[in-house]
């Protein structure tokens, strides 16, 4: 349980700050590109259903997923090719355990666990960014604003971004583990395992991310 707890903090606690200032600014950028385009139509008050359709269904769970493959699954990858080095792996087969269990599990559960609540933190914190948009620069009330992005949403745009992120959470730790147990050599090689996990994880998030988008939006 404190192994679990631990790593919730470390991948959920701690990640907050970045992942909520960094999707605060993609929703102010996303609402200043969607107005430029809608102010020629006279269609302003439209930008709050691109902001909270495009922020649920995609950038919000895309975004949170990046960040924490960064930020978390790199350091899974170093943790386990730094284990492995150490051949404390190897300690803990010795004793009739198995490593998979102790130190991939916790994570793997923390990261299901906080992924989908950091991406409804993300989304939320990216709409106010559009908000703030919206209000000083736009000119919509905030009342108006909420009220188009509450009609414009529907759960299945909801629910889509949080079965995304949970799919997102396995695909990190399973790489991150993965590369780290790839590990060979050196210092150098816990470097290469790092980058690896990183570079393979937000490549096979966009994967994953493509395919949910043919199941859920294909028509």
Known sequence: RGTFVEQAIAIGVEGLPIIALILFLIGIVSSLQSAAQLRKFGADIFVADLLGIGITRELGPLMTAIIVSGRSGSAIAAEVATMKFTEELDALRTMALDPLRFVA???????????????????????????????????????????????????????????KSVSFAWIITIIGVFRGLEFTGGADGVGRATTSSVVTSIFGIIVLDSFWGIVFYLR
């Open 105 to 163: 599990v916790p994570k793997l559960w923390a990261m299901i666990t906080c992924v989908p609540m950091l991406t409804v933190m993300a989304n939320l914190v990216a709409i106010l960014g559009g908000l703030v948009v919206g209000v000083v620069f736009i000119g919509i009330p905030p009342l108006a604003f909420a009220n188009q992005i509450a009609d414009a949403l529907v759960l299945k745009d909801v629910v889509t971004g949080l079965v």
